[in-house]
């Protein structure tokens, strides 16, 4: 299985981006996608998780109401929209699987520990 992450860049403050993660190897209905996000220095963070069990989508509390996540079954792929984009939000976006195809309820904290499969990062930054 393999994970593909793209769609970082730079933007203003305020504007938008929109990640992608393809999936080839196997289908999103076996795997929970989440995205992780990293500055140096800080530990790894969970942003945002799709479960295909039972369609939940999870955020963390920091992003909730700006960033939704959604998925393509056609394209195998799995987007994490960001809007409001502040920079705090600057760091290296991971999109990872997780067998466990559960995802904690939002406004949970999760580090990626489990995760069976791990994509490239992409970096975000946000600033004017």
């Known amino acids: 299985v393999q994970l593909q992450a793209s769609g970082g860049g730079l933007v203003q403050p305020g504007g938008s981006l929109r990640l992608s993660c393809k999936v080839s190897?196997?289908?999103?209905?076996?795997?929970?996608i989440n995205w992780f996000r990293q500055v140096p220095g800080k530990e790894r963070e969970g942003v945002s998780c799709?479960?295909?069990?039972?369609?939940?989508?999870s955020y963390a509390h920091s992003v909730q109401g700006r960033f939704t996540i959604s998925r393509d079954n056609a394209r195998n792929t799995v987007y994490l929209q960001m809007i409001s984009l502040k920079p705090e939000d600057t760091a290296v976006y991971y999109c990872?699987?997780?067998?466990?195809?559960?995802?904690?309820?939002?406004?949970?904290?999760?580090?990626?520990?489990?995760?069976?499969?791990w994509g490239q990062g992409t970096q975000v930054t946000v600033s004017s």
């Open positions: 990872a699987a997780d067998d466990v195809p559960t995802c904690l309820p939002s406004g949970s904290t999760w580090d990626g520990d489990g995760m069976e499969f």
């Open positions: 190897g196997a289908t999103l209905d076996y795997y929970a």
């Open positions: 799709y479960s295909p069990s039972d369609g939940r989508k």
